[in-house]
């Protein structure tokens, strides 16, 4: 290339374009992914929980414990945690616990810290998995309801009744 004017080659041209094809292509896809999921309403939408089904169980005998269980659903488009279970009707400190089956007769619980409510999902709470440790009064009856509020990481807190039942009632 002596005394003129530099010119691009066929091959030169080609090998540029390509080059810069790859990411221009690459931004196109995602733009065109994050708009669909904008566009069904799942980008930036909370957590919205609601809560249902609350029940507690009758405590039988000298019991001191007794367990709360309720049904979490979460209609938003991020996840949110449940972190702790409250209520002013009872005496003493309430715990997330999750109990498993050891053999056929016996279970062992763990207190758990927190417990996730996926979006667009639901927790239900049951005896054979996450419950509520709750502090046992020895005047509740069947029927009474307790209220207890349960407190999110993103969500704002919830009160809910729950209705005290006999163990196996209901399908519990």
Excluded: C
């Excluded at 904008?38 to 957590?47: D, I, K, L, W």
């Amino acid at each position: 290339m002596t005394g003129g004017t530099w010119r691009p080659d066929r091959r030169r041209l080609t090998d540029s374009l390509s080059a810069a094809l790859a990411p221009v292509a690459a931004f196109g896809l995602a733009l065109g992914g994050l708009s669909m999921w904008t566009a069904y309403g799942n980008a930036g939408s909370p957590a919205r929980v609601a809560v249902s089904d609350g029940r507690v169980f009758l405590p039988t005998g000298d019991t001191p414990v007794t367990a709360a269980f309720f049904r979490i659903t979460n209609s938003g488009g991020s996840a949110d945690r449940l972190l702790k279970v409250t209520s002013a009707e009872i005496d003493g400190v309430t715990r997330l616990s999750r109990h498993r089956m050891v053999t056929a007769n016996t279970a062992s619980d763990r207190t758990v810290t927190s417990v996730s409510v996926p979006a667009g999902g639901s927790l239900a709470m049951s005896p054979s998995g996450l419950d509520v440790i709750v502090p046992a009064k020895t005047e509740w009856q069947a029927g009474d309801l307790i209220t207890f509020t349960l407190h999110f990481e993103h969500s704002a807190a919830v009160k809910y009744p729950a209705v005290v039942v006999r163990p196996g009632q209901d399908g519990t």
